[in-house]
């Protein structure tokens, strides 16, 4: 780690993070690479390896920003809100989640090939804001459905989460494939899929 205050430290790996992220608006994670990224900052290649020892560690680091962002509203929620019906839960939490396009868009990734190009120490602290929107749902589920079972609800909607960006966005090169297959397939909004899903597993009425 390289010498300085917290404060920097914090700051530049903020700094790589937001490159990576400006980037994978415009290009694939395969397009990306760590001298790509280090053109979007103020500092050398070489100085991003003192903070992030490979791109799929950025990455990780950009999903957990994500997820700590959300696990965020999702605790506003409970605390904002007295009561809520299935309805309202359902389209504030689509609405969550149709802001969060980027966390969609990493879920569709290979997890595999990324928390294993990382060093434990990055893992651990992707899986401890992992955990915290687990924990940020049991609260919205506890506090607004406790005839609901939370740990049914959570492992049927987390990873029902992995598949919500390639339903709702398709490049036209994967559009015009589904034409030529003749699939009669529709795209649906991040909103419609994630409100219908949340509907069905509290019982609600879509």
């Known amino acids: 780690m390289p010498k ?5 430290t914090a700051s530049r790996k903020e700094e790589i993070v937001n490159a990576c992220e400006q980037l994978y608006k415009t290009m694939s994670f395969k397009e990306i ?3 790509e990224i280090s053109v979007e900052t103020s500092f050398s290649r070489p100085s991003i390896y003192n903070y992030f020892q490979t791109k799929e560690e950025i990455f990780l680091a950009l999903m957990q920003r994500e997820y700590e962002q959300w696990a965020g509203e999702l605790y506003a929620l409970a605390a904002e809100n007295g009561s809520m019906t ?4 359902a389209e504030a939490l689509a609405h969550s989640l149709e802001r969060r396009e980027q966390l969609l868009k990493l879920l569709a990734m290979n997890h595999y090939d990324m928390e294993a190009n990382s060093r434990p120490e990055r893992l651990t602290e992707f899986k401890i804001a992992y955990g915290a929107s687990l924990d940020a749902m049991r609260v919205c589920l506890q ?8 740990e049914r609800f ?3 909607f987390f990873p029902f989460l992995f598949g919500v960006y390639p339903y709702s966005v398709a490049t036209e090169k994967q559009l015009a494939a589904m034409r030529s297959a003749k699939l009669n397939f529709r795209m649906h909004s991040i909103y419609e899929i994630v409100f219908d899903c ?3 597993l509290l019982g609600g009425e879509s």
């Open 4 to 8: 300085g205050s917290p404060e920097l």
């Open 33 to 35: 690479t760590l001298k």
């Open 86 to 89: 299935a309805r309202s839960f």
């Open 143 to 150: 506090k607004f459905f406790p005839e609901t079972d939370a």
């Open 154 to 156: 959570i492992f049927v």
């Open 198 to 200: 949340v509907m069905q």
